[in-house]
């Protein structure tokens, strides 16, 4: 319900309600369908599907959480035009509180679900689920590790964003353009 920038410097709980209210439907929208999984597959032979939606779910909550609280690499350039003002609730930080604890708690359900990936007693569902939610959860612990990192990651996809950037943050690697604005009048042929 919330479509405008943050007003001023908000802070607390206040700020907390406001960025709540940018997303609060989408929200609820993914809840219910966490609720419509888990009662389509509640006490059947494989819920795999419904557990790799809960870690899904859960990991990008996490992740939107520690944007709200403050990360690194916030790739914000992404966001399309009409999306631009949820910037507005970002925080630009080194580190919050809550990363080091999701972390320690990815990392440890990771190590657990690659256990049970690997156990003797595993059948062959057993690997190819665990498998699937390990793999998930790494990927996720990596994704929060890329927030903190003092490394712009954003500039592996600047190349589909196309015009969005300002000319002076385009990337210039060697001497291939980043946008078609770059191109020699006869195109690229010649060029290395």
């Known amino acids: 319900p919330r479509r405008i920038p943050a007003q001023g410097q908000l802070t607390g709980w206040v700020r907390f309600r406001e960025a709540s209210e940018t997303v609060i439907s989408h929200e609820i929208a993914i809840a219910l369908s966490a609720l419509a999984i888990g009662l389509l597959t509640w006490g059947s032979a494989n819920m795999v599907g419904f557990w790799v939606f809960l870690i899904l779910w859960i990991m990008r909550l996490s992740t939107k959480l520690n944007i709200f609280l403050g990360a690194l690499n916030i790739t914000d350039e992404f966001l399309p035009d009409h999306l631009t003002y949820l910037s507005s609730y970002f925080r630009r930080?080194?580190?919050n509180g809550l990363f080091p604890v999701v972390i320690t708690v990815s990392l440890l359900m990771t190590a657990w679900l690659a256990h049970k990936a690997l156990g003797a007693q595993a059948s062959a569902f057993d690997v190819t689920a665990y498998s699937l939610m390990a793999s998930l959860m790494?990927?996720?612990?990596?994704?929060h590790v890329l927030?903190?990192?003092?490394?712009?990651?954003?500039?592996?996809?600047?190349?589909?964003?196309?015009?969005?950037l300002p000319v002076e943050s385009k990337p210039v690697i060697g001497v291939i353009p980043i946008s078609t604005k770059d191109v020699p009048p006869g195109g690229l042929r010649g060029h290395p």
Do not use: H, N, T, Y
Not at 138 to 143: D, F, M, N, Q, W
């Open 147 to 164: 927030l903190f990192i003092p490394l712009p990651s954003s500039w592996l996809w600047r190349w589909g964003l196309g015009d969005r």
């Open 138 to 143: 790494a990927l996720a612990v990596l994704e």
């Open 93 to 95: 930080r080194s580190m």
